[in-house]
């Protein structure tokens, strides 16, 4: 049987910051702004991102999930520059995206916002197939053989120093049927979110405000992987679902800077495979090495064998 490759990176925090004009300061953007300037761009480095997203170029996994937080304070100009990294990650039917809370800064005029990254925020034809997107855009699938992508979106945009995010009773009504229906169907379900999805992983500024409905849904309606960002680190819970044991893995940024000897940035393999007696899901980690130049593998763990 073949092996599915995905890639899993989070928290792209493009930069470099586009000059910004006085009238797109206004409101919350000029909190992220300033603090932007005064320390988040040295958190935050795009050559680090460089020699990661060449990494995952370099290995040409099956396909590479995006999950959130590709901009800062959501300046029009920081939507067309992430635009243009996502096409030199890949065409969009190799590269899945869904917006963070940072994408969702401010309420914009779509057209000058996540409008622009469309091709990777919406379904395949296979996914389409399945179950066709709500007019809302959320959820929608991404079909490949047995594997199967349920993109969420949980940005929202919220008051300053808020980071909070909700995936709301829209998307949580049609996920529950879908989850249910894709598992019938022998599916491999990846869930993509932006926020942690289980209760307490984060606090309440920063926290998915449904977070325990849709820890409900996963659980009563199975999932095999969630995957998700937000918290700029690696953890992994186990979460027990009608359907075994599914995995919910965040996952480090992809541009944080190596500090001291704690190397940051990461991105995460997964090698999916479909066994005669169930699924193998390996988790291969890639970091940014103490030098910055290059990455290598800083972990390999099988996450589920049947
Ligand atoms: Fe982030
Ligand atoms: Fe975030």
Same mark, same amino acid.
Do not use: C, M
């Given at each position: 049987m073949s092996v599915f490759t995905l890639a899993h990176l989070s928290d792209i925090h493009l930069g470099p910051m586009p000059r910004a004009r006085r009238r797109d300061l206004m409101s919350k953007r000029m909190l992220g702004y300033v603090n932007w300037h005064q320390g988040r761009k040295l958190v935050h480095q795009r050559d680090v991102l460089e020699v990661l997203t060449r990494d995952i170029i370099e290995r040409n996994p099956d396909h590479i999930a995006v999950t959130g937080d590709l901009v800062n304070i959501g300046l029009p100009g920081e939507f067309e520059m992430a635009a243009e990294w996502l096409r030199e990650l890949g065409p969009p039917d190799r590269v899945t995206a869904i917006p963070g809370n940072h994408d969702a800064y401010v309420r914009l005029h779509p057209e000058q916002g996540t409008v622009r990254w469309l091709p990777y925020m919406q379904s395949n034809e296979a996914g389409e197939k399945l179950s066709p997107t709500p007019a809302s855009g959320f959820p929608?699938?991404?079909?490949?053989?047995?594997?199967?992508?349920?993109?969420?979106?949980?940005?929202?945009?919220?008051?300053?120093?808020?980071?909070?995010? *909700?995936?709301?009773? !829209?998307?949580?009504?049609? &996920?529950?049927?879908?989850?249910? =229906? /894709?598992?019938?169907? @022998?599916?491999?379900?990846?869930?993509?979110?932006?926020?942690?999805?289980?209760?307490?992983?984060?606090?309440?500024?920063?926290?998915? *405000?449904?977070?325990? !409905?849709?820890?409900?849904? &996963?659980?009563?309606?199975?999932? =095999? /992987?969630?995957?998700? @960002?937000?918290?700029?680190?690696?953890?992994?819970?186990?979460?027990?679902?009608?359907?075994?044991?599914?995995?919910?893995?965040?996952?480090?940024?992809?541009?944080?800077?190596?500090?001291?000897?704690?190397?940051?940035?990461?991105?995460?393999?997964?090698?999916?495979?479909k066994l005669k007696n169930g699924w193998e899901c390996e988790m291969v980690g890639r970091i940014v090495g103490e030098d910055a130049l290059t990455v290598r593998e800083c972990e390999r763990k099988l996450l589920r064998a049947p």
């Open positions: 929608f699938l991404r079909r490949f053989g047995d594997i199967v992508l349920v993109a969420l979106s949980s940005a929202i945009p919220t008051l300053p120093f808020i980071a909070a995010g *909700r995936v709301g009773s !829209a998307q949580r009504a049609l &996920l529950r049927p879908l989850l249910e =229906e /894709l598992g019938r169907q @022998g599916l491999f379900r990846v869930v993509l979110i932006h926020h942690p999805p289980l209760p307490g992983q984060v606090g309440w500024r920063r926290g998915l *405000r449904d977070a325990a !409905a849709l820890t409900g849904i &996963l659980k009563e309606s199975g999932t =095999e /992987l969630v995957l998700h @960002g937000h918290n700029h680190e690696q953890t992994e819970y186990e979460l027990e679902t009608i359907s075994g044991t599914a995995v919910v893995v965040g996952v480090p940024s992809a541009s944080e800077a190596v500090s001291g000897k704690i190397p940051a940035a990461r991105y995460n393999e997964y090698r999916i495979k």
